[in-house]
């Protein structure tokens, strides 16, 4: 009787232990949320860098470095080969132009827009007193002629309306130009789905690998430096990974990105990963073409590892491994990618598997990236 009553007991607090694991939220969708959640249009990233700076410094070899625009260098290793792993941390937005007469605002756009993505959206300006809710309006359906109905508008006729009547009012708002804007557009996850719908994938899918390769790679032998870079200031120009490798002086680089999804309705050359269908590398787009070696490596890898591996090539895309393969006397580069759907937009969405099978991906390259294996892609003497 006794030992019946001990086991219901403890089958009773492992059902209670299991049921609490259960209701534990998510590690992984807890990061993914405060990332895409963080404003951060290019110039202003500080509370994407405040995440990255938590996230990783207690991780790091050595006291966390900064660039003089604002990228973060954490660092995993002392000795070996030096592999620079880019994600950038801005997203599209835009900065206050002028407040009108009205009280309404112009907005210089930041980054690939297609004006079509402009209208009918909530925006959230980052004013000197907080945070200032904003909408683009749209033409109103019982005003407009028949022409209008179907058209497109230029990004030079919307505005920001904060509900302001007077300069007078959107400065009692806290807001004035230079002030960064960036769209509102809380993360959600897709109706009990593994799929997670949210702004800034680009590149916060990225940032959120990066995290989770450096927590792995800390416990993970390897015989290499490897420095963990987040960016800024990527959908202006790649400036900050130009001067963050300036920093790192990479061998070899790695930029994590959002890639490009093709699985609803697009041409087939025009991109061809799908959502769900793991990692992919970029063979080209019109910022790099990667080394050859490093592709060659980097699929074999995924091959012995079992993890499936979208192979693109996309017109109209730079990355940061442009600036990386450009950097000192040159280093090989490649992009490696989590497929987005809807990237530069307010609304994208990406796959958890994609996401946990990046992080493997990047865990088995980054444990056998040491000197000999960095050497041999390196070399471009001409085979006897
Ligand atoms: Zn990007």
């Not at 202003?44 to 700076?53: K, N, Q």
């Not at 407009?144 to 919307?158: G, H, L, N, Q």
């Amino acid at each position: 009787m006794r030992s019946c009553l001990l086991l219901l007991a403890s089958f009773a607090s492992m059902f209670l232990i299991a049921t609490i694991e259960a209701q534990r939220p998510d590690p992984t969708i807890g990061l993914l949320q405060r990332l895409a959640d963080a404003p951060g249009p290019p110039g202003a990233e500080d509370a994407v860098r405040a995440i990255m700076v938590a996230e990783l410094k207690g991780l790091s070899s050595v006291p966390l470095r900064y660039d003089g625009m604002g990228s973060v260098i954490a660092q995993e290793g002392t000795s070996g080969p030096r592999i620079m792993v880019d994600a950038h941390m801005d997203e599209l937005g835009g900065i206050v132009r002028r407040v009108g007469p009205n009280g309404q605002l112009s907005m210089q756009m930041l980054g690939g827009w297609l004006d079509q993505a402009l209208v009918d959206q909530r925006w959230i300006i980052l004013g000197s007193k907080g945070p200032v809710h904003a909408v683009t309006g749209i033409r109103d359906i019982h005003v407009v002629t028949p022409a209008e109905r179907t058209a497109v508008f230029p990004r030079e006729s919307i505005f920001l309306d904060i509900g302001a009547r007077t300069p007078a009012e959107a400065a009692a708002m806290g807001v004035e130009p230079g002030d960064p804007v960036v769209p509102d557009s809380p993360f959600t996850v897709m109706n009990g789905s593994d799929n997670y719908l949210g702004k800034a994938w680009d590149d916060r899918i990225g940032c959120a690998v990066l995290i989770e390769a450096m927590r792995r790679m800390a416990k993970t032998p390897h015989a290499s430096q490897i420095f963990f870079v987040a960016t800024t200031q990527e959908e202006i120009g790649l400036r900050g990974a130009r001067t963050a490798a300036n920093v790192v002086k990479p061998d070899l680089g790695l930029a994590l990105e959002g890639g490009i999804a093709n699985d609803q309705g697009g041409h087939a050359e025009e991109t061809q990963a799908h959502l769900g269908g793991g990692p992919g590398i970029f063979l080209y787009d019109s910022s790099a073409i990667p080394n050859r070696k490093l592709v060659r490596f980097v699929r074999d890898t995924a091959k012995t590892q079992n993890i499936p591996l979208q192979l693109d090539l996309v017109q109209g895309y730079g990355d940061d491994s442009a600036e990386m393969q450009e950097s000192g006397t040159g280093a090989p580069t490649l992009n490696i990618v989590t497929p987005v759907r809807y990237t530069h937009a307010h609304n994208g969405i990406v796959n958890r598997g994609d996401f946990d099978k990046t992080v493997d991906l990047m865990v088995a390259l980054l444990t056998r990236l040491d000197q000999k294996t960095v050497d041999a892609i390196r070399d471009f003497t001409p085979a006897q």
